[in-house]
């Protein structure tokens, strides 16, 4: 088999299938329509990893599809996962109500469990995902007990909590590359939000469920789920209180993460447009229900646009002027998120050394963040293949820490 011809055949095939024009894909990965034709008739090769990898993205397939005999990178186990997995399989609870005990009337301990999902949250948000995910099976298994063995007086205020450690458990696996298990705790935070009757609540968990489908591959289908839940939401009586207004935005910017990954530039900047005035609205930046909402995580969004478009300058320009310390001082995900997308910017450029150095900074801080970020993964591996040891002598340590070497 040549191997060039067959890659050129598969990138044919999947743009046909995505109802791509060859000029249309050739502008998103930053080259000419001569140049695609080229490559998919076989008579030249890929010649960047970074180009095959962004050829997948868009085309909306793994690097293994369009690569003969290739299998999927390896990436970095997340350990906490195995116990997590456990925790959400066990259904201890539901041998009650199939045998149908009656509640013991005993009060459940929510307010413990409430101190540890807000303790969770926030290790979260400070992106120490390895602590977040030793605490999240304990804190499962108790919801669990707590919401079979409660008073029916109890139940609402159980089920809240409960769709709440689901959030929880929904971020942070979403976060370091466990989508499939976290749509289960999303699909989880849904019924237990509808169980509790809070219409906020149920909002939230639509919200957390829209960015694991973007990271399923499922933008489609999670931009449709985003604005019909933001219409139901504009048309409620809540909308006009501030924490009705954050997820609301909140709605709008993850519909915007799920246009760009469909590289839909006019539904992308639309979506933008909506949650900036909805942040205009909120007056300031705010963290309820941990979604970091306000007028500076609207910006961070709108680098990370311009990055998923490949418009390196626009991402530089917004990015480098973004001012990260209005956000509170436990949000070094979003901190570090911005740093990332500016890594990312740089190295469209070619400016490798603002690259790696971009990335340093990052992993100051929060190291976990640049271990389990997928696209920084893809980064590291392309600035390895192309390095040039004089001008980044920091780089193949970062990438033995981050696990790509």
């Not at 917004?318 to 901190?335: I, K, W």
Request: proline share 3%.
């Amino acid at each position: 088999m040549d191997a060039r011809k067959e890659i050129g055949r598969r990138i044919a095939r999947q743009r046909r299938r995505r109802g791509l024009s060859q000029a249309v894909l050739a502008q998103l990965v930053g080259r000419s329509e001569s140049w695609l034709s080229q490559v998919e008739r076989g008579h030249r090769s890929v010649d960047r990893h970074s180009v095959l990898v962004r050829l997948a993205e868009i085309l909306g397939v793994e690097v293994s599809r369009l690569i003969p005999g290739e299998t999927a990178a390896e990436v970095v186990r997340y350990e906490p996962v195995a116990a997590i997995r456990e925790a959400m399989t066990h259904y201890g609870a539901l041998p009650r109500v199939v045998h149908g005990r009656v509640s013991t009337g005993r009060r459940p301990p929510l307010r413990w469990l409430s101190h540890e999902m807000r303790r969770a949250n926030g290790l979260y948000q400070a992106a120490r995902y390895d602590e977040a995910g030793r605490l999240l099976p304990g804190l499962i298994d108790a919801v669990e007990e707590a919401r079979s063995s409660c008073a029916p007086a109890d139940r609402r205020a159980a089920d809240t909590v409960r769709a709440l450690v689901y959030h929880s458990a929904t971020m942070t696996l979403s976060r370091v590359g466990e989508a499939e298990l976290a749509w289960t705790a999303a699909d989880r935070a849904v019924a237990a939000a509808e169980a509790a009757e809070r219409p906020l609540l149920a909002a939230v968990s639509a919200y957390r469920l829209g960015y694991v489908l973007i990271r399923l591959r499922r933008a489609e289908q999670a931009e449709d789920l985003l604005l019909r839940t933001a219409d139901a939401l504009a048309a409620s009586s809540r909308r006009a209180r501030p924490p009705a207004l954050s997820v609301h935005g909140g709605l709008y910017l993850a519909a915007a993460a799920a246009a760009a990954a469909r590289f839909d530039g006019a539904g992308t900047a639309r979506h933008l447009e909506a949650a900036q005035e909805l942040a205009g609205r909120l007056g300031g930046d705010r963290n309820d229900f941990w979604s970091a909402f306000g007028p500076t995580n609207v910006a961070i969004h709108e680098v990370s646009a311009a990055v998923a478009f490949g418009d390196a300058d626009s991402a530089l320009r917004r990015g480098e002027s973004l001012d990260v310390d209005r956000l509170g001082p436990g949000l070094l995900g979003r901190r570090a998120q911005v740093l990332l997308d500016l890594a990312r910017a740089y190295g469209l450029r070619r400016k490798d050394a603002a690259a790696v150095n971009t990335l340093l900074r990052a992993e100051q801080v929060s190291p976990e963040l640049v271990r389990y970020d997928s696209r920084t993964n893809e980064l590291l591996t392309e600035l390895v293949r192309r390095e040039h040891r004089v001008s980044t002598p920091e780089l193949r340590g970062l990438a033995h820490r981050a696990g790509v070497l």
